[in-house]
């Protein structure tokens, strides 16, 4: 089991940029695949990015390619997501999310989440 925990959200100005990480509790965080979703008012929560257990593979959805960047540290338990060119569009709330052996870039492949951290971009 893992637990997760989520920081770094805030307001910033459309444009800007900023680092969400994650913190896992856990000897065995090298063994979950992660990812990173989010969820605006009244929509359905849907995939950002994810991360293979190595680092290895990175995978993002179309919408944030070539302006978020997610990576891990096994030797700290952490991951994060870099987020640049921040949009209105961007505003949610985000997830952290874990999942052994699975990459989870659908809700339904997730086995953990995290307790979300709000970003609010300010046009």
């Known amino acids: 089991q893992v637990q997760l925990v989520e920081s770094g959200g805030g307001l910033v100005q459309a444009g800007g940029s900023l680092r969400l990480s994650c913190a896992a509790s856990g000897r065995t965080f090298s063994s979950y695949a992660m990812g990173w979703f989010r969820q605006a008012p009244g929509k359905e929560r849907e995939f950002v990015a994810a991360i293979s257990t190595n680092g290895g593979a990175t995978y993002y959805a179309d919408f944030v390619k070539g302006r978020f960047t997610i990576s891990r540290d096994n030797a700290k338990n952490t991951m994060s997501l870099q987020m640049d060119s921040l949009k209105s569009e961007d505003t949610a709330v985000y997830y952290c999310?874990?999942?052994?052996?699975?990459?989870?870039?659908?809700?339904?492949?997730?086995?953990?989440w995290g307790q979300g951290t709000q970003v609010t971009v300010s046009s």
């Open positions: 999310a874990a999942r052994m052996g699975v990459i989870p870039n659908t809700p339904l492949r997730v086995g953990y």
